[in-house]
């Protein structure tokens, strides 16, 4: 970039972009610090951003991908159901067909207004612990349709002006939520967030002038254009079309659901277009896609494979085009359809299908198959809290799992990735903040070792959880995929270890738990959860033995993995820390092993 090709200096360029991505991570404080429930102020589940007063994503520092890409698509809900929107006014959108993800995400919108006009509009993305559906949940797969679903949905409602509540709108979701003090707290958190960002805009603007800051917008969408269609211009020209699959869905899908996606490489235009047109209608049933989910984790499954560094905005997202078409289940659904887990399950499949076929078309491109699916690691608790003495109901979504990530050309998966839409992005619960909020008792949490998909680059193990009540019956809702279909690796590497659920207990003896749907656990009862490994990349006898020998010593793969997968062979003890690669056995044993291959 030169002073020549942009009207912006480049020294303002670098620094007014950071100023915009500082803006963003104080709102993100602000929510992550005053969030009430734990899926904000331990999970992380929600996401801040800025776009421009025309419906442009600008910045959004750390937003969940699965939140912030289809921001424009909010902001263009507002503008068209309030045009004459002023200073003050803030709206709570959570309108699947209205540009939202699912019903679940509360977004908080604010304008923002420079010298009477709309520059910017703050966004305040968080997901609800409960949201009035028709069971205590924000997950549910089998709802018929929205109103089986049962979520309060606001289309763009206005819930201040004059920087004031309209209690109308806070009495109504106090009378239909189950935990209202909770929801009435993450509201105000979004409130406070939103109004945050407005104010350091106005700052930014005041210190650099209206006009500077619409030029370097202008600048700055152009410059990351520039860099994204250089990135794409490095493919090889190309079309590859392939599937992935979800596991069975109940009655629902009984064989599981086929994502079919092709992927079309165009250098000379720096454009990538994905094509997800051919695929079957919408179910009736809560896994749908929204037309917002349905773009943005196809986009992320290609900028997974692309140069981290360049910005993510309405610039570079220029080069990338989704084909989607009506009343598809990875497409634009048609009303009244549920899109209760569109920002899960087929949505991991979809990130994670995409990603995995840039691998197949585009060698040492891509990945493999990551996490997919939110099962009782995950899972959406629920009952009457009643250490106290007194009953008092608690709903809550715990992010205690850690499903792992995926391998990639040079880097082994990440091992605490937790869910392809969210690229580990999100954080893990503390165990202990859980127990002192909720009567549960988590009794183990730990590596699940070999369920990483063996590779040349290895795939991330996920974990083995097991928890419970201890006061009270407990439910837990969940939506499990990986299963049938474990997370796939690529160019010979292994897929990662498949999802397993049981209940067990002292006084029973242990049984599968559903793979789809809910638990009802007593106290001494126990939901176990061993959660997928992610996909390896590249034949594991070409991996370095020397990490072999260091995802030994740190269990991560036994001594038996170690052997029959990779070819390694040691001499010395792994508890005695004397334990060293046998080369000469290893290249005997590694020669061995390609010839029966």
Same mark, same amino acid.
């Given at each position: 970039?030169?002073?020549?090709?942009?009207?912006?200096?480049?020294?303002?360029?670098?620094?007014?972009?950071?100023?915009?991505?500082?803006?963003?991570?104080?709102?993100?404080?602000?929510?992550?610090? =005053?969030?009430?429930? @734990?899926?904000?102020?331990?999970?992380?589940?929600?996401?801040?951003?800025? $776009?421009?007063?025309?419906?442009?994503?600008?910045?959004?520092?750390?937003?969940?991908? *699965?939140?912030?890409?289809?921001?424009?698509?909010?902001?263009?809900?507002?503008?068209?159901?309030?045009?004459?929107?002023?200073?003050?006014?803030?709206?709570?959108?959570?309108?699947?067909?209205?540009?939202?993800?699912?019903?679940?995400?509360?977004?908080?919108?604010?304008?923002?207004?420079? &010298?009477?006009?709309?520059?910017?509009?703050?966004?305040?993305?968080?997901?609800?612990?409960?949201?009035?559906?028709?069971? !205590?949940?924000?997950?549910?797969?089998?709802?018929?349709?929205?109103?089986?679903?049962?979520?309060?949905?606001?289309? =763009?409602?206005?819930?201040?002006?004059?920087?004031?509540?309209?209690?109308?709108?806070?009495?109504?979701?106090?009378?239909?939520?189950?935990?209202?003090?909770?929801?009435?707290?993450?509201?105000?958190?979004?409130?406070?967030? =939103?109004?945050?960002?407005?104010?350091?805009?106005?700052?930014?603007?005041?210190?650099?002038?209206?006009?500077?800051?619409?030029?370097?917008?202008?600048?700055?969408?152009?410059?990351?254009?520039?860099?994204?269609?250089? =990135?794409?211009?490095?493919?090889?020209?190309?079309?590859?079309?392939?599937?992935?699959?979800?596991?069975?869905?109940?009655?629902?899908?009984?064989?599981?659901?086929?994502?079919?996606?092709?992927?079309?490489?165009?250098?000379?235009?720096?454009?990538?277009? #994905? &094509?997800?047109?051919?695929?079957?209608?919408?179910?009736?049933?809560?896994?749908?896609?929204?037309?917002?989910?349905?773009?943005?984790?196809?986009?992320?499954?290609?900028?997974?494979?692309?140069?981290?560094?360049?910005?993510?905005?309405?610039?570079?997202?220029?080069?990338?085009?989704?084909?989607?078409?009506?009343?598809? $289940?990875?497409?634009? !659904?048609?009303?009244?359809?549920?899109?209760? #887990?569109?920002?899960?399950?087929?949505?991991?499949?979809?990130?994670?299908?995409?990603?995995?076929?840039?691998?197949?078309?585009?060698?040492?491109?891509?990945? @493999?198959?990551?996490?997919?699916?939110?099962?009782?690691?995950?899972?959406?608790?629920?009952?009457?809290?009643?250490?106290?003495? @007194?009953?008092?109901?608690?709903?809550? /979504?715990?992010?205690?799992?850690? /499903?792992?990530?995926? @391998?990639?050309?040079?880097?082994?998966?990440?091992?605490?990735?937790?869910?392809?839409?969210?690229?580990?992005?999100?954080?893990?619960?503390?165990?202990?903040?859980?127990?002192?909020?909720?009567?549960?008792?988590?009794?183990?949490?730990?590596?699940?070792?070999?369920?990483?998909?063996?590779?040349?680059?290895?795939?991330?193990?996920?974990?083995?959880?097991?928890?419970?009540? $201890?006061?009270?019956?407990?439910?837990?809702?969940?939506?499990?995929?990986?299963?049938?279909?474990?997370?796939?690796?690529?160019?010979?590497?292994?897929?990662?270890?498949?999802?397993? /659920?049981?209940?067990?207990?002292?006084?029973? !003896?242990?049984?599968?738990?559903?793979?789809?749907?809910?638990?009802?656990?007593?106290?001494?009862?126990?939901?176990?959860?061993?959660?997928?490994?992610?996909?390896?990349?590249?034949?594991?006898?070409?991996?370095?033995?020397?990490?072999?020998?260091?995802?030994?010593?740190?269990?991560?793969?036994?001594?038996?993995?170690?052997?029959?997968?990779?070819? *390694?062979?040691?001499?010395?003890?792994?508890?005695?820390?004397?334990?060293?690669?046998?080369?000469?056995?290893?290249?005997?044993?590694?020669?061995?092993?390609?010839?029966?291959?």
């Amino acid at each position: 970039m030169t002073s020549n090709t942009y009207q912006t200096d480049v020294i303002d360029m670098s620094v007014i972009s950071n100023r915009f991505d500082g803006i963003v991570r104080e709102m993100e404080n602000t929510l992550l610090r =005053a969030g009430r429930s @734990a899926v904000l102020n331990m999970a992380r589940d929600f996401s801040c951003s800025i $776009i421009t007063g025309d419906n442009r994503l600008l910045a959004s520092a750390e937003g969940l991908p *699965v939140h912030v890409i289809g921001g424009d698509e909010l902001g263009r809900a507002l503008n068209r159901y309030h045009p004459g929107a002023k200073e003050g006014d803030a709206y709570l959108h959570n309108d699947p067909y209205e540009g939202n993800t699912h019903a679940a995400d509360h977004t908080l919108m604010v304008p923002v207004f420079v &010298d009477g006009e709309h520059m910017f509009t703050t966004l305040a993305k968080a997901h609800q612990a409960d949201i009035g559906n028709s069971k !205590p949940t924000t997950y549910m797969p089998f709802a018929e349709d929205v109103y089986e679903e049962g979520a309060l949905i606001f289309t =763009a409602t206005k819930v201040q002006e004059d920087y004031r509540d309209i209690d109308d709108i806070i009495r109504m979701c106090k009378k239909r939520i189950r935990v209202p003090n909770q929801w009435h707290g993450d509201y105000l958190a979004m409130v406070g967030a =939103a109004r945050i960002g407005e104010r350091a805009l106005k700052e930014l603007c005041d210190q650099y002038g209206r006009d500077v800051i619409k030029t370097f917008i202008d600048d700055w969408f152009d410059y990351s254009e520039e860099l994204m269609r250089d =990135a794409i211009g490095q493919l090889a020209p190309g079309r590859v079309t392939g599937t992935g699959r979800h596991d069975p869905v109940g009655d629902l899908a009984p064989s599981g659901v086929e994502l079919t996606v092709t992927i079309e490489a165009d250098p000379t235009a720096g454009k990538v277009i #994905v &094509d997800l047109r051919d695929n079957i209608d919408c179910l009736p049933g809560g896994i749908n896609e929204s037309e917002t989910c349905a773009i943005n984790n196809a986009m992320t499954g290609i900028l997974n494979c692309l140069d981290g560094a360049i910005p993510r905005n309405a610039g570079s997202f220029r080069c990338i085009e989704v084909k989607i078409r009506d009343n598809c $289940i990875v497409g634009r !659904p048609t009303f009244p359809h549920s899109t209760s #887990v569109a920002t899960t399950n087929i949505g991991e499949r979809l990130v994670a299908t995409t990603q995995r076929l840039i691998a197949e078309g585009w060698p040492e491109q891509g990945m @493999a198959e990551g996490a997919c699916g939110i099962g009782a690691g995950f899972a959406v608790i629920s009952g009457k809290d009643t250490r106290t003495g @007194a009953q008092s109901d608690y709903v809550n /979504q715990v992010f205690l799992g850690s /499903q792992g990530g995926a @391998a990639s050309p040079g880097y082994d998966g990440w091992i605490t990735f937790g869910n392809s839409v969210t690229n580990g992005l999100m954080l893990r619960d503390s165990v202990e903040v859980d127990e002192q909020k909720y009567p549960i008792l988590v009794d183990e949490l730990k590596i699940r070792q070999d369920s990483g998909g063996a590779g040349q680059w290895r795939g991330a193990p996920g974990a083995v959880l097991r928890y419970g009540p $201890i006061a009270g019956e407990m439910t837990a809702y969940y939506v499990t995929d990986g299963k049938d279909n474990p997370p796939r690796g690529v160019a010979e590497g292994h897929n990662g270890a498949a999802s397993q /659920q049981y209940i067990v207990s002292s006084a029973a !003896p242990d049984r599968e738990a559903v793979t789809i749907g809910s638990e009802s656990l007593r106290v001494g009862e126990y939901l176990v959860h061993e959660l997928s490994g992610g996909g390896g990349y590249g034949s594991p006898l070409r991996r370095e033995p020397g990490l072999v020998r260091t995802d030994v010593l740190s269990g991560l793969v036994s001594l038996t993995a170690a052997r029959d997968l990779y070819g *390694v062979v040691f001499t010395g003890e792994r508890a005695t820390g004397t334990l060293q690669v046998d080369q000469a056995a290893t290249d005997e044993l590694r020669a061995g092993l390609l010839i029966e291959a």
